[in-house]
């Protein structure tokens, strides 16, 4: 079983930049394709994007579109979110998460069988 760690969260200016990263320990990570899902209080949790096993193939869910960039390392094990742009309403818990489901059709936190515990990013206006 994957763990997973994300880290890189924290207090962002809305119009900058942040970065998150997911290294990953107990397996080999280019056998996952990967995801990172955000959920805020009261909101269920909503798909941001996922990046195949090779990271060839990127997707995102509609509020990360044009503004965040999934990429992975898999020489490094580990996978990352590249946040431009924030605004107030991205404020949530960041969560990376890794599934043995093609990524073509894996956006719903049930496709994706191991998560890290969350990273919290706050966005000030």
């Known amino acids: 079983q994957v763990q997973l760690v994300e880290s890189g969260g924290g207090l962002v200016q809305a119009g900058g930049s942040l970065s998150l990263s997911c290294p990953a320990s107990?397996?080999?990570?280019?056998?996952?394709?990967m995801g990172w899902f955000r959920q805020s209080p009261g909101k269920e949790r909503e798909f941001a994007a996922a990046?195949?096993?090779?990271?060839?193939?990127?997707y995102y869910g509609n509020s990360a579109k044009g503004r965040f960039t999934i990429s992975r390392d898999n020489a490094k094990n580990m996978v990352l979110l590249h946040m431009t742009t924030p605004k107030p309403e991205d404020k949530a818990v960041y969560y990376c998460?890794?599934?043995?489901?093609?990524?073509?059709?894996?956006?719903?936190?049930?496709?994706?069988?191991?998560w890290g515990h969350g990273t919290q990013v706050t966005v000030s206006s």
């Open positions: 998460a890794a599934t043995r489901r093609p990524t073509s059709t894996s956006n719903s936190p049930d496709d994706f069988g191991s």
């Open positions: 107990g397996a080999t990570l280019s056998t996952y394709g």
């Open positions: 990046i195949s096993r090779g990271g060839a193939r990127t």
